[in-house]
């Protein structure tokens, strides 16, 4: 025992000699806080959350090594890194990431730094938040999404930064949008690959819900970059008809006008490629890597020419002989194919062999109602909508388009519920660009088929792709495209059968 004690006082004398140069818990803090009051601020939640919102990590760490916890949090449980979200504070975020507060951390109604960053209109700092991992598919306590906050708030910025990140809620974003009547918030997602031809469980399109709502700018842009005023619902009623039933008037004036005879008109490939192109080198900012002023068939200017869907701004000042983008049909894409000199623009990197920029179908203001004989009666939409009787060889009235051949056929199809029934059928060809189509009883009539424009990723060059056509990637691999819908193509490897969904990733990517 007296040889132990001896052991216990030494070790007690080394413990105290060497507390003699650590300041205690105490000194800390009283040291922080002079250097704090030095600076103008108190060791107090209020003043840390204001030195997070002032972007000032220096004071942020005067508070950490005066023993203040790093997870305080404000009242409504948010941390200081959601002040610095809030502010834009980039500094003072990184500085609290690098201390450990987790970057999805949940503060008040269950909001990540990213979601509050969204409300407060930070698009930099989402895009910054963003870059760090920040997880976009997190959702609060009312199951909104950082996306989804964005189109509330009406972020068209935000909504350009979160677009790639959440693809897959682009068209319910853009069918929120609608609802909203977030004019500027549809500009961005439409740019960002969320399609105009999106519906509701119900039926209803992007334009039908912003028509119902009274929206009227929303409306109108809507119809700019395609949207189609004849598509109908699940109960078979129209934009128009939609906005007449909720007494918006200006808006069934706006959408439910006479077709012009620009309209009644069947598009030639070379004219669909050329509009497509015009419409992505709008949303880009750029000039047209390849377009025409006048596409081949056409007997007016291209002013004339690209009348219809075409947003205005997809035109003005453009004056361009340059070529239409061809089709995809047998491309080596990472090849040049002939002498025509690259866009200038850097070339786009990917993983996919291609990458979908836009998509475009064009329904026709004409209805086949029946066939009889050489005859056919189809009706026409619009205000004062009205019925005609054509015969094969005569001109449907108001327009350039012919009847080539009037039949009646049996046919199998989901139009017949998949039984077999005799349905009409009205060839028509159009006088000017020679081009033909079939329209059908019971379908929407259409201009042209549905039809995607494809970026190579390695070149930057675009193309136009339709189902059946195939092409190879530059490493000899041969693909087919197996459909082309309005948000997504499907291709398929030749060789082994593996199949790729690409999505819409718009002019913007």
């Known amino acids: ?79 200081a890194l959601h002040t610095a979200a809030q502010a834009g504070a980039e500094n003072a975020a990184k500085f609290l990431l690098d201390r450990g507060i987790p970057i999805d951390v949940a503060g008040g109604s269950g909001r990540t730094p990213l979601m509050v960053a969204v409300i407060a209109n930070q698009p930099s700092m989402v895009r910054w938040l963003l870059r760090q991992g920040a997880d ?49 918030v549809i500009d961005s997602l439409t740019n960002y690959g969320a399609s105009v031809y999106a519906r509701m469980g119900d039926g209803r399109t992007p334009l039908m819900i912003a028509a119902e709502n009274g929206h009227q700018e929303s409306v109108e842009l809507l119809l700019d970059i395609g949207s189609s005023r004849y598509a109908t619902d699940g109960e078979g009623r129209t934009a128009a008809a939609l906005a007449h039933e909720a007494g918006h008037e200006e808006i069934v004036k706006l959408i439910n006008r006479e077709s012009t005879a620009d ?42 020419s690209f009348a219809g869907n075409t947003p205005p701004h997809a035109t003005a000042g453009k004056s361009s002989a340059k070529r239409v983008p061809t089709p995809i049909e047998g491309v080596v894409l990472g090849a040049k194919q002939d002498s025509t000199p690259d866009s200038g623009k850097p070339a786009r990197s990917g993983s996919a062999p291609v990458i979908m920029r836009h998509y475009r179908e064009s329904d026709m203001p004409i209805e086949v109602v029946a066939a009889k004989g050489e005859t056919a009666t189809i009706r026409v939409s619009g205000p004062s909508a009205r019925s005609v009787t054509v015969k094969s060889g005569e001109a449907i009235p108001g327009s350039r388009l012919t009847v080539a051949k009037v039949q009646r056929r049996m046919e199998d199809s ?63 691999v041969e693909y087919v495209i197996s459909d082309v819908r309005p948000n997504q193509i499907i291709i398929e490897n030749v060789s082994d059968g593996t199949v790729q969904t690409l999505p819409l990733k718009g002019p913007r990517g």
């Open 414 to 476: 989901k139009v017949t519920g998949g039984k077999l029934m005799e349905v009409s059928v009205v060839e028509v060809s159009d006088r000017t660009t020679g081009a033909k189509r079939e329209w059908i009883s019971g379908r929407p009539s259409t201009a042209h088929d549905p039809v995607a424009l494809v970026e190579d990723p390695s070149t930057g060059r675009r193309y136009t792709a339709t189902p059946g056509q195939r092409f190879r990637s530059a490493e000899g």
């Open 136 to 184: 976009p598919k997190a959702k609060d306590a009312d199951n909104f999404k950082a996306l989804m906050l964005a189109v509330r708030e009406g972020s068209a910025a935000s909504v350009a930064e979160l677009a790639a990140y959440d693809r897959e809620s682009l068209d319910s974003a853009l069918l929120m949008a609608s609802l909203l009547g977030k004019a500027e």
């Open 1 to 79: 025992m007296d040889c132990i004690r001896p052991r216990l006082m030494g070790l007690a004398l080394v413990l105290v000699t060497a507390s003699v140069g650590l300041p205690s818990c105490k000194d800390r803090k009283q040291a922080a806080g002079s250097d704090l009051s030095e600076a103008g601020f108190q060791l107090t939640p209020e003043d840390w959350f204001r030195a997070s919102r002032e972007n000032n990590p220096e004071i942020l760490k005067k508070f950490l090594s005066g023993g203040f916890s790093k997870d305080t949090a404000d009242s409504e449980g948010n941390t």
């Open 263 to 304: 309209e009644l008109v069947l598009e030639s490939p070379e004219q669909v490629a050329a509009k497509m192109e015009e419409f992505v080198a709008a949303a880009e900012g750029t000039e047209p890597s390849e377009g025409i002023t006048n596409p081949a068939g056409s007997d007016e200017g291209a002013g004339a």
